[in-house]
């Protein structure tokens, strides 16, 4: 398969070849009566296969009141195995088959990712559906395991950025669930050993097929796949709950919020505004991700003038990750000196008004999007690393076809879309300003 990476570099320096696919591999996609579904992608990478299977549930999923943390907590609980198979016998079988494991959670899904040698696929498949389906863990191992939560959270909390996160969010959402971070609040962790009950909720509401796609790339076929999928994962019973997530109402006026941080640190600032869900039909989100990159990345005018230049700022972030819901388009400053907090704000809200006022030059905008399609094919250069690239877009739509789409509508980006969507989101009602310094 690296000569279809190759190929796909190649494409991407000609215009004029709108029948190029971003991503460049073929696929089986295939739906079960359950709602299960399974994309698999064979590969020419030899004996290799990565698994990974995403639940389209996170930390948006937690609806109730003081129920904020338990995504993130079946992240870890999934691990305590089931009657069949208990967590030391499935460890040994991933030490047997030198197998690569780990999980994630973030805002709108959990995801599982192993990868193996081509001979254990069925092994795998049914260890990892006998977990989706079966998985026990008694109360005395639930308050174990929300303590171990609770320490996580005390030890992220450490971090100066941690924080920054947890505030801004906090501040920038008032009833949409992204107003916690994936961790949650620190009252309802706290409280989470006092909330078996609620745990298995949660749990029979979001581990349904519906929710579920396993993604299977690697040496393998598509034949076989499916074959296994429905011997292992067919008996998995679809749920009924759907979760009703409250939207964000339009806000009317600036939000501002401040962190006096108790040990000595750089300071920081953070300007934020509400941008939309992730979209592969429109070119909103096309076109703000490619403003990221031009208003204020590495090659951006603000940084070389803040970091190269004047030296007042040590590190200049910019976050426009895809969400399934309206989230925050984030720049974020490292700042030297705390005196200096107000002068970087000013410089980041001037670039903004830059991008409002002036058009990008064509010569830029197509330099970006070249690097952007570029990268994206130079990241798929193993079976592991396809997997994983597919799982965020998987997420988001259910079907490797959205990278195609959204790879599109980067290409149909005019500087005067640039321009559109800095002055249709970037709004004083819509903006969060969050600094950090030590008291």
Known sequence: MLSLVLSALLMTTHAAEPQSKAFPYAYDQHDYPNGLRLIT???????VVALYIVVQTGSRNEIEPGKSGFAHFFEHIMFRGTKNVPPDEY????????????ASTWDDRTQYHTTFSKEDLELMLRLEADRFQNLYYPENVFRTEALAVLGEYNKNSAEPTEKLAEVLFDTAFDRHTYKHTTMGFLKDIQDMPNQFAYSRQFFDRYYRPEYTTIIVVGDVTPERVKTLIEKYW??????????????EPAHDKPRRNHIDWPSPTLPYVTVAYRTPGYDDQGRDSAALDILSSIAFSENSDIYRKLLIDEQIVDRLHVNNMDHVDPNLFQITARVKKKEDLARVEKEILAAVRHFQDKLVPISKLDTVKKRQRYAFALHLNNSEAIAESLAHYINLRR????????????AEVTPADLRRVARKYFTDSERTVVTLATK
């Open 91 to 102: 460890e040994r079988h991933l030490k047997r088959m030198g197998a690569s494991s780990n």
């Open 399 to 410: 079907t490797p076809e959205t990278i195609n789409n959204i790879y599109s509508r980067y």
């Open 41 to 47: 992608v064979p590969t020419d990478y030899p004996n």
């Open 234 to 247: 067919g008996p998995w019973k679809r749920g009924a709950f759907h979760a009703g997530i409250p939207a």
